[in-house]
């Protein structure tokens, strides 16, 4: 795969499953609290609460606890994401993160972002737990960063080019809503950081 020149634009970027490793670590956190053993592999859909067999609201409620644990306050960086934002910036582009966590998570998020990427000068930090697309609309976005299909909606709609960084939820698949197997097809995919330039 040639890699994905990006230069001189404003880029959108998730936090989740883009900036750090979350959901394999928040997946191998609740086996260890749980006794169970799912596979990172096996999360086809976004919604993880259907794999794990538990309500959505029980879900968040994991998300909630896990928030508050160690394994979170110090979640690595996703493979070559502190590179691939250095390069991000040196190719003069402007970044803004955008992710879909609420409230709860606002002060470490800030103080894992600062640790982690404290070089970096993110233009803006923006929480948006109901939707992407009005901050992709108000900061004129070129494109965005994310994992999730239905944000690849969103960044359509908000009238940004959509680049999809490649996971088990993400990928086009026979059990997916038609909508979100075009979305999965429309995003310019990327393995990783790597591929980015
Ligand atoms: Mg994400």
């Known amino acids: 795969m040639s890699k994905l020149l990006i230069e001189g634009q404003k880029v959108g970027i998730d936090v989740d499953d883009v900036l750090c490793d979350f959901s394999h670590r928040l997946l191998k956190w609740y086996n260890s609290e749980n006794g169970t053993s799912h596979n990172i592999d096996d999360v086809i859909e976004f919604n993880m609460a259907k794999v794990l067999g538990i309500s959505s609201d029980q879900f968040k409620r994991e998300i909630d606890a896990f928030y ?8 690595p960086a996703k ?6 934002i250095n390069r991000l910036i040196e190719g003069g582009n402007t970044l803004y ?3 879909s ?10 103080d894992w972002i600062n640790e982690r990427f404290s070089y970096a000068n993110f233009e803006d930090l923006v929480f948006a737990p ?4 009005s901050a ?4 004129e976005l070129d494109c965005m960063i994310d994992d999730a299909l239905h944000n690849v909606w969103a960044i359509i709609g908000g009238g940004a080019a959509p680049i999809i960084m490649d996971q088990p ?3 086009p698949h026979e059990q997916r809503s038609k909508k979100d197997n075009l ?5 310019e995919r990327v393995n990783g950081w790597d591929d980015i330039n």
């Open 101 to 110: 966590r609420w409230d709860l998570a606002k002060s470490y998020t800030k």
């Open 136 to 139: 992709v609309e108000y900061f």
């Open 79 to 84: 493979d070559g994401a502190v590179d691939g």
């Open 130 to 133: 109901n939707g992407k697309k």
């Open 97 to 99: 993160l955008i992710t």
């Open 183 to 187: 979305c999965a097809k429309l995003a």
């Open 169 to 171: 939820w993400n990928r």
């Open 68 to 75: 508050d644990t160690r394994f979170c306050r110090y979640l």
